[in-house]
């Protein structure tokens, strides 16, 4: 329930899920500074520990559907954030 309004928004469910499904994530202000710092030692520590993969499937269709993909990463990954999966472009 939005505290200003008094209706409920599904703002912050979408966004979260936004999130999830492109590997980022959401951060809450709490208005305070250490909040703040916290959040931004966060984002700068994805930033300096981000790796890009590439994935090309061996038969790509170009359909415009959306295609699931899975990593799986060895046990000595901490944790991992990826999209779910990728639309094929159509041609």
């Known amino acids: 329930m939005d505290s200003q309004t008094g209706f409920f928004?599904?703002?912050s469910k979408i966004l979260g899920d936004l999130a999830a499904e492109?590997?980022?994530r959401v951060f809450r202000a709490d208005g305070s500074e250490a909040g703040?710092?916290?959040d931004l030692r966060i984002i700068e520590s994805d930033l300096r520990?981000?790796?890009r993969l590439i994935y090309r499937p061996s038969e790509l269709m170009h359909d415009g559907s959306f295609h699931r993909i899975a990593l799986l990463a060895p046990e000595r990954a901490d944790t991992i954030r990826i999209r779910s999966g990728y639309y094929?472009?159509?041609h």
């Open 22 to 24: 492109s590997g980022g």
């Open 36 to 38: 703040m710092d916290d």
């Open 88 to 90: 094929a472009p159509v």
């Open 49 to 51: 520990n981000q790796y």
């Open 9 to 11: 928004s599904p703002g």
